[in-house]
């Protein structure tokens, strides 16, 4: 973690990011949680960078299951199906795996909406702009789950009706999960702040991430737990 954090592309972008997030929340608004992106060793290896990039995320970027959102001042929407891992107890800088893992409260589907207005191959841009995000739908998180716990997990993608990705074998992907709480708490800690109870990370997305259109409605179903969804207008 101390050689991402010691590159200066890095270590900038997330103080520009954090200067927004505070700037932000001194306005009033909310924390919801936070963000991780690139994490694909292809994405690594692009933006020449050794972890996955942190992203904020705020209650005003939330909206209901079912909502239609319109794309008139939108520059490229992106849909991402996620997993979100819901965060039920602080987790401080230099927590070990086995305090990660008993923070993570449960888990439950999430569809995070990105506008890309900028470059896509530099990290401390994308950083800075806390990389392109816009709006969150976050569904119900399955409390038996604790722990990061994700076998039986199937994601599926659909437009429209129409399944365009699905993603299983999910429990592959618990020990990568669990650092990257890890890595959340620790960049915080860096800046001075602490990931909270109450808080999400969204891990990243489970399929390819998919340009959408007004007129498109995009359901993400998180088998057993549960269904988010969004229209375009």
């Known amino acids: 973690m101390s050689r991402f954090l010691d590159d200066p ?14 700037a932000r929340v001194r306005g009033g608004e909310r924390p919801r949680g936070w963000k ?9 290896k692009r933006l020449q960078t050794s972890a996955p990039l942190t992203g904020f995320l705020l209650e005003s970027a939330e909206v209901a299951s079912g909502t239609t959102l319109s794309l008139a001042d939108w520059t490229k929407a992106v ?6 891992l819901h965060i039920g107890s602080d987790v401080p800088g230099g927590a070990d795996l086995n305090t990660a893992r008993a923070a993570i409260s449960g888990v439950g589907p999430a569809i995070e909406l990105v ?15 806390n990389i392109y995000q816009r709006n969150i739908i976050v569904g119900a998180e399955d409390r038996s789950r604790a722990g990061c716990v ?14 365009m990705a699905r993603a299983s ?7 990568e999960w669990i650092a990257m709480v890890r890595q959340v708490a620790d960049t915080l800690a860096a800046f001075g702040e602490t ?24 359901l993400y179903r998180l088998e057993p737990i549960g269904t988010v969804s969004v229209r375009f207008a």
């Open 150 to 163: 994700l076998e039986g997990l199937t994601g599926y993608a659909l437009k429209n009706g129409v399944e």
């Open 36 to 44: 991780m992106a690139f994490d694909a060793p292809a994405s690594l």
């Open 79 to 84: 849909a991402e199906a996620e997993v979100a």
């Open 9 to 22: 592309r890095i270590s900038r972008g997330l103080a520009a990011q954090l200067q927004t997030w505070r």
């Open 169 to 175: 074998g999910l429990e592959s992907k618990t020990e």
């Open 115 to 129: 506008d890309i207005k900028g470059p896509m191959d530099d990290a401390e841009v994308l950083l800075a702009r």
């Open 195 to 218: 990931l909270c109870a109450g808080q999400i990370i969204l891990a990243g997305a489970i399929v390819p991430p998919m340009p959408v259109a007004p007129g498109e409605e995009w």
